[in-house]
């Protein structure tokens, strides 16, 4: 059975602060997917990354950069100069090629930058 | 602008009555779902639709019902059987459903009360 976790529920940082929100998932297929999405109040969810197994090449966007480690099953987030905006619920998710493919969540980490 | 839509984005009902929540997409996407989110839970996934005509359960399908009789149009509907429907509910689609490869978008999200 696929299970990604994310075990910070809250994490509340000042403004200009880096931040790591972690992800760890669980699979024996060896080819899926994980994602990361933001929550921001007004509730949708917006998509900011997609990784397959294959590529463990770590990602960097702007403020934002993503650490793949298949040797830990670790997919985690950085924030980098955490600003306001940034405020939300933060979802990692993965899918499974050959599993039973559907998006299986993690139940989030509600991150607060406070200014 | 191509996007996903949802309505109403809150929504009250008395129990024992059916509530259909609407989810339009012009994204010409195949593959559509409807999540439920409960506060301090990750998304459970209710239903999808791989193509039109055709929908497949999710891990959490009783007390709901869908449909898919358009490409752009899958309506959610809360059955008086569903035993704790209070909930937010989330619209997503995704271009092909094969293997979860392409990453899901989302749609607003209609919180719905039933009192």
């Known amino acids: 059975a696929q299970k990604v976790t994310q075990a910070q529920t809250e994490i509340s940082v000042v403004e200009k602060e880096d931040v790591t929100l972690d992800c760890v998932y669980e699979t024996r297929d060896t080819t899926y997917y994980l994602f990361w999405y933001k929550q921001p109040p007004s509730g949708e969810l917006v998509f900011l990354i997609r990784?397959?197994?294959?590529?463990?090449q770590n990602e960097i966007s702007g403020r934002y950069s993503w650490n793949f480690q298949k040797s830990t099953s670790s997919f985690n987030f950085t924030i980098t100069a955490s600003q306001v905006v940034d405020s939300a619920v933060y979802f990692c998710?993965?899918?499974?090629?050959?599993?039973?493919?559907?998006?299986?969540f993690g139940k989030g980490t509600k991150l607060t930058v406070n200014p | 602008d191509g996007g996903i839509t949802q309505s109403p984005k809150y929504l009250f009902r008395k129990e024992g009555q059916n509530v259909t929540l609407s989810c339009e997409q012009n994204?010409?996407?195949?593959?559509m779902y409807w999540y439920r989110q409960d506060p301090g839970q990750g998304l459970r996934l209710i239903y999808y639709?791989?193509?039109?005509?055709?929908?497949q359960k999710g891990d959490i399908a009783e007390g709901y019902s869908v449909s898919r009789e358009k490409k752009e149009s899958f309506p959610l509907t809360v059955t008086s059987a569903q035993k704790n429907p209070t909930a937010f509910y989330l619209c997503?689609?995704?271009?092909?459903?094969?293997?979860?490869?392409?990453?899901?978008?989302f749609g607003p999200g209609t919180r719905l009360t039933v009192t």
């Open positions: 639709s791989q193509i039109v005509n055709d929908f």
């Open positions: 994204l010409n996407h195949d593959a």
């Open positions: 998710a993965l899918i499974t090629q050959g599993g039973s493919e559907k998006l299986v």
């Open positions: 997503a689609s995704s271009t092909d459903y094969v293997g979860g490869i392409y990453e899901q978008y």
């Open positions: 990784r397959n197994s294959f590529d463990e």
